[in-house]
């Protein structure tokens, strides 16, 4: 029996193989077929341009203007000899010193220059499917070093050399195309060239450096001349290093102290030479001697400047680090190397941008004396506002509590008795979290109701940070809180608002539960006890909460206990006592705010709560003017729930027993109680809107069903929410004082270690089942047209039954190049 199976298998994978090659011999001879005749690709055409300038536009990318073009059709088998021979026909003249460039598709700004075969068949793998391609000849340029400085006294006249005729009659063209320019537009910054003189690419390279190098252009005049005055010495070594490093030559101290400070040129017999000292009586230092010329080459080298120290680059980058504190390595050293000419190395820049974090460090201390002030002008700005801020007994920087009167107004006013509490790191070199408590409005958007920044997350200050939160809000309604039961706020919660619910969060809880997972069962044994315990916490009857367990159970009575022990009570539907909206986690607000703390990464504490201002400012504008425009009595979303609760409702039977009470059956007989608003199925009290039972009692007694639905669920409520706005803070005068009471003193925190002690633990990585795929293996990769793609191989694929013809068709297809 075994043996006619192999047998079959055999004949089956016999007759695939047929298949599969004939498709691949059909579709190679049609392709080639439809290549000969030329219908997939045609030649491009170069679009060769001359005599013409470039313009540069704001954005650093240039354009050509003037001169004249030609259109010469190129493709892959064009040699480079053969294209300059058409240019040459052309442009009828000798292009042996001419040059040969392009741009590519995504970048105006440097141009590639073809030299040989290889040149000219990337210009056209890099232009596919262009119709043209805009290529420039430009006389052979002279490479030369550019200097930062425009004018050195140390630079000597460049000797004029001969010219083809060709590069001469360029050299017109463009004269007279950039007269014409000009005269149309005077301010445009044009790269031109004199009668007589080529307009050499270099010259444009160098134009161009000379406007972005505009910041060394302070520099020259850091050292004016004789009786210049510097507060110190160190002042005057700093404005020497500036100075050497503007005028591109290596400083060498003769004296260095305190009293006197002599340097000169380093090169052989350069005679450049400065000589300063202290005044009398004075700490001031005053340049006596200086001797200007210069004349060595001053020629630093490619790579670096002895004087671009790692003092001077945090001078350069500690204003761009201030308002981007995100500022990489690399884009320092790039920058430098635009606007300075200096080259340098990954690890001294980063050094130097560790030396400038260190000295923003103490203006950031500083920003710690600031909050008082801060605290006064929200209060005076925003009448309402709580605004709290806590310091230690060393009056050093504790914890500050920060609520709009427009955020309360918003929860009071629209939003469902709800709050989210989150705790988030502020990543920065002083210690702090950012604690923050959101609800949500009839559109299940986050709203911003308070938030904290705090030295740690701790119990002491969760526990402080819902006093406050009492002392915002207003109590007449039981709210319902969900967050983790870390740090302590599940003892925290209950404890501050007696009268209130409070909710795990499911998605924490599921992480708890996959540890009670990890390392005793496969992966699919694994989701089917994670989807277990999320239908244990969304049911609504206690018989299938018990279903769950038992499921559980069989599986491992662990497990099942562990599940037991968690205080389900706080979690699953069921059993819990608050209204949570159908929102079982408080990840949704936590992702809420990580958008803004990704951007809060190394700002200052006053930059973190300026950032959170103004976010929120702006998200109350954008959510009012959108709800301008609703004209439903539910929002949006909920709206269209309802829609499909009425749909869904259509063919239940409804049995009255009173006025209020009433039976409707579909697989269960559930009891309505349209006077409590109550469903046995209970998803009339989770949701806020009527359940599919509710919505059939209320269709078949003729009563409005939108007079049934939560109040915060409507457009009204959402509006209200909205209504209030926060206004800005200015950065004005500190607010009037009264002087019964005492000032404030705040200083930063003591900063915490780079890392705990101890070797970090390493997570280990979670087993996967790998499983058999119907599909046929791609376990050959072969070059296609300079690409790694996966080719189908018919004698290494493992072809069963499952295939099929489409899929045979497929893979033929890519075999043959086609994707």
């Known amino acids: 029996m075994r043996k006619e199976e192999e047998e079959e298998e055999e004949k089956r994978d016999g007759n695939n193989r047929v298949v599969f090659a004939t498709l691949i011999s059909y579709f190679s001879n049609l392709r080639a077929s439809i290549l000969a005749a030329g219908m997939p690709s045609s030649k491009p055409v170069a679009i060769c341009q001359f005599g013409g300038v470039f313009v ?47 741009f590519l598709p995504t970048n105006r700004r440097t141009l590639i220059t073809i030299s040989n075969d290889k040149g000219l068949q ?37 000797e004029s050399r001969p010219t083809s005729k060709a590069t001469r009659a360029i050299a017109r063209a463009a004269t007279r195309s950039s007269a014409r320019l000009k005269s149309k537009n005077t301010d445009a910054d044009l790269i031109t060239s004199s009668v007589g003189t080529a307009p050499a690419f270099s010259d444009v390279v160098q134009t161009r450096s000379a406007e972005q190098l505009g910041a060394i252009s302070t520099y020259d005049s850091v050292i004016t001349g004789v009786g210049q005055e510097f507060h110190s010495a160190r002042e005057f070594r700093f404005a020497l290093r500036k100075y050497a490093i503007a005028k591109g030559f290596v400083l060498q101290y003769l004296k260095n102290d305190s009293v006197r400070v002599t340097v000169k040129c380093k090169a052989d017999g350069c005679p450049w030479r400065v000589h300063a000292s202290r005044l009398p009586k004075m700490q001031k230092f005053t340049l006596r001697k200086i001797n200007d010329e210069h004349t060595c080459s ?90 709290t801020l806590a310091t230690t007994d060393e009056s050093r920087f504790h914890r500050l509590f920060i609520s709009f009167h427009a955020s309360v107004y918003g929860f009071e006013n629209g939003c469902r008795p709800l709050l989210f509490l989150n705790g988030m790191s502020l990543r920065d070199k002083y210690p702090g979290t950012l604690l923050a408590a959101s609800s949500v409005d009839g559109e299940d958007g986050i709203f911003p109701v308070a938030f904290a920044i705090v030295d740690d997350e701790t119990y002491d200050n969760w526990h402080w940070f819902l006093g406050e939160l009492k002392s915002s809000v207003s109590l007449n309604r039981a709210i319902t809180f969900v967050s983790d039961r870390i740090n302590g706020l599940e003892e925290a919660v209950p404890k501050v608002f007696q009268d209130s ?94 958008s803004w703390i990704r951007e809060a990464d190394n700002l200052t504490i006053l930059q973190v709560v300026d950032m959170v201002l103004c976010k929120t400012m702006e998200m109350i504008c954008t959510r009012r003017e959108a709800s301008s425009t609703w004209s439903t009595t539910l929002t949006p979303s ?40 109550d469903c046995t199925c209970r998803q009339w009290k989770i949701s806020g809107l009527p359940c599919i039972h509710a919505v059939a009692v209320l269709d078949r007694t003729g009563r409005n069903i939108y007079d049934f ?60 089942v790998v499983r ?32 099929t013809l489409l899929g045979c068709i497929w893979m033929a297809l890519c075999s043959v190049g086609w994707r």
């Not at 729930?641 to 007989?669: A, C, H, M, P, Y």
């Not at 072969?782 to 493992?798: A, D, G, L, S, Y």
């Open 56 to 102: 540069p536009n704001d954005d650093g990318s240039m354009f050509y203007s003037g001169g004249e073009a030609h259109a010469i059709p190129v493709d892959h088998s064009m040699t480079f000899d053969e294209f300059k021979s058409d240019l040459a026909d052309n442009l009828n003249c000798d292009i042996s010193s001419l040059s040969i460039k392009y």
């Open 122 to 158: 990337r210009m056209v793998d890099f232009h596919e499917g262009s119709d043209t391609i805009d290529v420039y000849i430009l006389p052979g340029e002279v490479v030369t070093p550019i200097t930062p400085n425009k004018v050195d006294p140390r630079s000597k006249r460049t």
């Open 772 to 803: 058999k795929s119907l599909k046929p293996r791609w376990n050959r990769r072969v070059h296609m047209e300079n690409r790694q793609v996966p080719r189908f191989n018919m004698v290494n694929c493992v072809w069963d039954h499952h295939g």
């Open 638 to 677: 909920h709206e269209e729930k309802l829609q499909v609760e009425i749909f869904n409702s259509r063919g239940l039977n409804v049995l009255i027993s009173s006025e209020t009470v009433f039976e409707v059956r579909d697989n269960l007989v559930n009891i309505v109680n349209i006077e409590t608003w």
């Open 709 to 768: 639905c939560s109040r915060y669920l409507t457009v009204d409520s959402y509006r209200a929410t909205y209504s209030e706005s926060i206004n800005p803070i200015a950065n004005g005068e500190k607010p009037a004082c009264d002087e019964s009471t005492p000032a404030v003193i705040c200083k930063p925190p003591l900063r915490r270690l780079s890392r705990p002690p101890g070797r970090p633990r390493q997570k280990r990585a979670e087993a996967q």
């Open 298 to 387: 001053g020629d630093v080298g490619k790579d670096g400047h002895p004087q671009a120290t790692e003092f001077w680059i945090a001078s350069v980058v500690k204003d761009k680090l201030r308002d981007n504190p995100q500022y990489k390595p690399r884009e320092i050293a790039n920058d430098i190397l635009r606007d300075y000419g200096i080259k340098l190395k990954y690890q001294k820049v980063w050094r130097g941008r560790e030396v400038a974090m260190e000295q923003l460090q103490a203006l950031r201390a500083d920003l710690y004396s600031q909050l008082p002030s801060l605290c006064g002008r929200i209060r005076e700005t925003n009448p309402g506002s709580n605004v």
């Open 501 to 594: 619910y409070h909710g795990f969060s499911l998605n924490h809880l599921i992480e708890d539960y996959k540890r009670q997972l990890t390392g005793l069962y496969s992966q699919p044994v694994k989701e089917a006890m994670i989807e277990e315990f999320k239908r244990a916490a969304h049911t609504c009857r206690i018989p299938d909460f018990n279903v769950c367990i038992h499921t559980m159970r069989n599986v491992s009575h662990d497990v099942a206990a562990w599940v037991l022990s968690s205080k389900y009570e706080q979690w699953s539907n069921a059993f819990f006592k608050g209204e949570r909206y159908n929102c079982y986690s408080s990840d949704i607000a936590e992702s809420f705010y990580c």
